[in-house]
């Protein structure tokens, strides 16, 4: 379980090393952390098969996803085809 809620710079960086090595990790909370893009979720995806939950947003606004501009709906259907808990 790994939180980094709310870092507003480098979170790609912090995304990609997590990927890295943390292989077992299941749950990955990145809530408001708006520079998140496809690469850095693909790589969360690829480096951390375990992984089912992944925490966007803590308040459970309408629209959320909108707030995460840089992630395409094409990452968006992978997290859901993959059964990865999205929040």
Do not use: H
């Not at 292989?23 to 089912?52: H, M």
């Not at 308040?59 to 992978?78: A, C, G, R, V």
Request: contains cysteine; glycine residues 2%.
């Amino acid at each position: 379980m790994i939180f980094i809620a709310d870092i507003k710079t480098n979170v790609r960086s912090v995304l990609f090393s997590i990927a890295k090595s943390c292989k077992n990790l299941t749950f990955l909370n990145i809530t408001d952390c708006f520079d998140v893009d496809d690469e850095a979720v693909l790589s969360i995806v690829n480096g951390c098969p375990k992984i089912d939950c992944i925490i966007f947003n803590k308040y459970d606004e309408p629209n959320w996803k909108q707030s995460f501009s840089l992630i395409s709906q094409n990452t968006w259907d992978l997290l859901e085809r993959k059964n990865i808990d999205i929040k």
